[in-house]
């Protein structure tokens, strides 16, 4: 799923995880966590400030079955975006 930069920022997240200040794999933990507080169909916002959890969260998506759908660059933080699946 390819998702551009303005379809990112017109989302409105069902729900924010902020990791903003944890190392990895503290993002991720964060958003397991986040995802089974929301229904399916929902999407989860991640913010995070350590650079390897776009692509940690992108493979965990993809391995477990949630959408990934990218990021955008905020002010020194990452926003990721993923659509709960299961």
């Not at 390819?2 to 958003?31: F, N, Q, S, Y």
């Not at 990021?71 to 699946?85: E, M, N, P, S």
Request: glycine share 8%; hydrophobic share 40%; proline share 3%.
């Amino acid at each position: 799923m390819t998702t551009t930069v303005a379809e990112l920022e017109a989302i409105t997240a069902d729900k924010i995880v902020d990791a903003r200040g944890t190392a990895c794999p503290g993002p991720l933990l964060e958003a397991k966590k986040g995802m089974t507080t929301v229904p399916l169909g929902s999407t989860i916002e991640i913010w995070s400030t350590d650079t390897a959890t776009k692509n940690d969260i992108s493979a965990w998506s993809a391995k477990v079955g949630h959408d990934f759908l990218g990021t955008l660059q905020a002010d020194g933080y990452d926003r990721v975006f993923v659509i709960r699946r299961k």
